[in-house]
């Protein structure tokens, strides 16, 4: 690889904001489900440090927290509540229903109406608001992916909770592209939240097609989830620009489509700052074509 050159600017040439729910959102936002326990279940181990993670998100501008009541379940939405209640102005709390715990931690399915019904209320009274500013339906995974099937009846649903004055705008997660265009002739869609990354590029025609419609896209695991990125190239690109390599990570998904909303988790508030100057970092176009590398790879390996 030749020799790079790292670029750090305060108006880089991505842009910053991109608009979801009739609102300017800063594309660098933030992920709530690291602030519960261990396998995203029960307390955290230090809740104080969890409250200052999100305070300091929001002094750094974060205006887009991604979260739900099924992490906990309900702790996650407590701490928010805690931290940062009475919400300032702008910021945007977007959370998602269809699965429930049972008591040991599991995951189920929780689709019928009275289900999304009581998601939707316990979301609203631990976050300690009148109406959801964005719900996501999310749809069950299977070990491959996204399980097709019709979310017509959940979706409706939602629509009538919308109706009611209890959600302003419905979204979808870990969908399928046929899902997505199910979903968009039933309500109005105004994101769509996949598993995408430099690694993980499954839905990269699902990205541009969502751009073009003006749709965010928001990547969760943008960073690996459970399962950190690691790559020689991710690494070496990196250290030749003075970077760490989820900076460097999180700055591609920048630069591959204005759409993108990203939302890093975290429970580190060092971590968190470094994820911020990730906004900040242009990756020269050298750069992107070895990272872009990684996803072939590892796309050829699956």
């Known amino acids: ?13 991505h842009a910053l904001t991109y608009p979801l729910a009739e609102r300017s959102i800063q594309r660098l936002g933030y992920g709530a489900m690291q602030l519960a326990g261990p396998g995203v279940f029960g307390p955290p181990k230090d809740r104080a440090a969890a409250v200052a993670v999100l305070r300091e998100a929001v002094e750094l501008g974060v205006n887009h927290i991604d979260t739900s009541d099924f992490y906990g379940p309900h702790i996650t939405n407590q701490i928010i509540k805690e931290a940062l209640h009475p919400y300032r102005d702008g910021l945007t709390l977007v959370t998602k229903v269809g699965a429930r ?11 019928s109406r009275a289900e999304l019904r009581q998601a ?14 964005v719900v996501n339906l999310r749809s069950m995974l299977d070990v491959h992916g996204p399980a097709e099937g019709s979310l017509e009846e959940p979706l409706t649903a939602l629509a009538e909770l919308r109706q009611e004055g209890l959600v302003r705008h419905i979204g979808l997660s870990n969908v399928t592209r046929r899902q997505v265009e199910e979903g968009r002739r039933l309500v109005p869609i105004v994101c769509v939240q996949n598993l995408y990354n430099m690694a993980r590029r499954a839905d990269d025609d699902l990205v ?7 749709i965010p896209f928001v990547p969760f695991f943008p960073l690996g989830g459970f399962t950190p990125l690691q790559s020689d190239t991710l690494g070496e690109v990196a250290r030749q620009l003075n970077a ?10 920048l630069q591959r489509s204005e759409n993108l909303l990203l939302i890093p988790g975290t429970s580190s508030v060092a971590h968190l700052r470094e994820n911020m100057k990730a906004a900040q970092l242009v990756l020269p176009p050298e750069a992107v074509v070895a990272l872009n590398g990684i996803g072939q790879e590892a796309g050829a390996a699956h």
């Open 208 to 214: 541009d097609l969502l751009a073009r419609e003006g």
């Open 120 to 133: 939707v209320t316990d979301n609203l009274c631990n976050l300690g608001l009148d109406v959801l500013d």
């Open 101 to 111: 715990r049972d008591d040991k931690g599991g995951w189920l399915p929780a689709f």
């Open 1 to 13: 690889m030749t020799a790079l050159t790292s670029t750090l600017t305060d108006a880089p040439a």
């Open 244 to 253: 760490t390599p989820m900076q460097v990570a999180l700055a591609w998904l």
